[in-house]
């Protein structure tokens, strides 16, 4: 009977917490923006649904450590150009982390700068 109750009650939450995604604008709690046009709509890690909008996956805040959730769509989509938290954006280092877990492989960000002088 508990069980019921508790799985009731989730199932409820996740249908709130994905009706208020879809209302949400581009800047979710959590937003992932592929390297590669992605082609579906919705992507689903663990139990939360991310909406794609105008090119950048959102979800809002959901129950995972912040490089959790970036690996999680780096491993599902392929590599990031960009992560946020709350419209914070993961920087150069923090990003490579998160995408050594992108499907089909880490994607080198090229760095702009003067050329690096040959080693002896």
């Known amino acids: 009977m508990i069980r019921s109750i ?4 989730l199932t409820s939450a996740a249908l709130l917490a994905s009706a208020g995604v879809s ?27 991310w909406n794609l909008q105008d090119g950048v996956y959102v979800t809002g805040k959901a ?32 990003l490579g982390e998160c995408n050594g877990k992108a499907k089909g492989g880490k994607v080198a960000v090229a760095k702009a700068g003067p050329n690096p002088s040959p080693a002896n």
Do not use: W
């Not at 508790?6 to 009650?9: H, K, L, P």
């Open 6 to 9: 508790i799985a009731g009650v």
């Open 63 to 94: 129950p995972m450590r912040e490089m959790v959730a970036c690996q999680m769509m780096a491993h599902t989509v392929g590599a990031l150009s960009s992560f946020t938290v709350e419209g914070k954006a993961f920087d150069e280092t923090a």
């Open 23 to 49: 209302a949400q604008a581009p800047n979710g709690y959590f937003t992932a923006t592929p390297v590669n046009a992605s082609t579906k709509d919705v992507v689903m890690t663990r139990d939360t649904p």
